[in-house]
């Protein structure tokens, strides 16, 4: 995985077009691409900060919490689908799709078994 450039070249990189250069011929200099330097100067100018945004990690789960309470109770209460699931999630106003719920349900043991008249 790449780093972040320093903090350094980035205050170096944005010295330079303030002092009047253009974003081109700072990039080939301190060979960068020309974007970062826009990105940087958008950076800055937003968060008053040049320091690297956050990489990577994970995103909270959908299905958690509250969320994961009722889905539990739901799943318990009777016969369901991965489809329909979805689908009463939705109308609940909580968007997911049924690869989330399908590992949901696996991760807490449900199972999706149809009854014996069910053919």
Same mark, same amino acid.
């Given at each position: 995985?790449?780093? $972040?450039?320093?903090?350094?070249?980035?205050?170096?990189?944005?010295?330079?077009?303030?002092?009047?250069?253009?974003? =081109?011929?700072?990039?080939?200099?301190?060979?960068?691409?020309?974007?970062?330097?826009?990105?940087?100067?958008?950076?800055?100018?937003?968060?008053?900060?040049?320091?690297?945004?956050?990489?990577?990690?994970?995103?909270?789960?959908?299905? *958690?919490?509250?969320?994961?309470?009722?889905?539990?109770?739901?799943?318990? *209460?009777?016969?369901?689908?991965?489809?329909?699931?979805?689908?009463?999630?939705?109308?609940?106003?909580?968007?997911?799709?049924? =690869?989330?719920?399908?590992?949901?349900?696996? $991760?807490?043991?449900?199972?999706?078994?149809?009854?014996?008249?069910?053919?």
């Amino acid at each position: 995985m790449t780093r $972040a450039y320093s903090e350094d070249l980035r205050e170096r990189a944005l010295a330079r077009l303030s002092a009047g250069e253009t974003t =081109r011929s700072i990039a080939a200099a301190l060979s960068i691409a020309p974007s970062c330097i826009s990105k940087w100067k958008r950076r800055l100018a937003e968060t008053g900060s040049l320091e690297p945004g956050r990489v990577g990690g994970r995103k909270k789960r959908t299905l *958690s919490g509250e969320r994961a309470d009722w889905l539990r109770e739901r799943c318990r *209460s009777g016969p369901f689908t991965t489809r329909g699931l979805v689908a009463e999630l939705a109308e609940r106003g909580i968007k997911t799709d049924r =690869r989330a719920v399908w590992v949901f349900v696996r $991760a807490e043991g449900l199972s999706f078994k149809k009854n014996g008249s069910a053919g």
